[in-house]
């Protein structure tokens, strides 16, 4: 979890050797189909268990909680994962060609032929 992508960056940079390569997967991979269950379950859960002793409610509230101060939270686009890269010193800047996937790995749906990907692979030196 990243609360300052900028600080993370620059931190990543600073430990990578001169040449050292970074490599980023990334993209909107917010499941809202995902976000409604686990609302429901969680509403069940708490209709059955209205005390809220179970561990697994504590945690889900925590996270819940967490979530709003992740500021890509829902995901980040390649232009934007450029610019940030950038703007941390970072060179050659080079995303991967990933239409030889079928599947996008954060969402487990199918990409729509025209569709822009939804996801990216990108990797950049030092």
């Known amino acids: 979890m990243l609360f300052s992508i900028d600080k993370a960056l620059k931190e990543w940079r600073r430990v990578l050797k001169p040449g050292g390569t970074l490599v980023v997967s990334d993209g909107f991979w917010m499941n809202y189909t995902w976000k409604v269950i686990h609302h429901l ?4 859960l708490k209709g059955k ?3 809220g002793s179970m561990l697994s409610i ?3 509230w925590s996270y819940a909680a967490l ?7 829902e995901g980040i686009c390649f232009e934007k994962a450029s610019m940030f ?25 199918k990409r729509r032929k ?10 950049a030196k030092v």
């Open 85 to 109: 890269l950038k703007e941390a010193r970072f060179e050659d800047i080079i995303s991967y060609d990933i239409s030889c996937f079928d599947t996008n790995p954060y969402s487990l749906k």
């Open 49 to 51: 268990f209205g005390n």
């Open 41 to 44: 379950a969680f509403s069940l």
């Open 67 to 73: 979530q709003k101060s992740l500021p890509f939270y």
């Open 114 to 123: 025209k569709a822009a990907p939804s996801f990216f692979i990108v990797h």
């Open 58 to 60: 504590r945690f889900f």
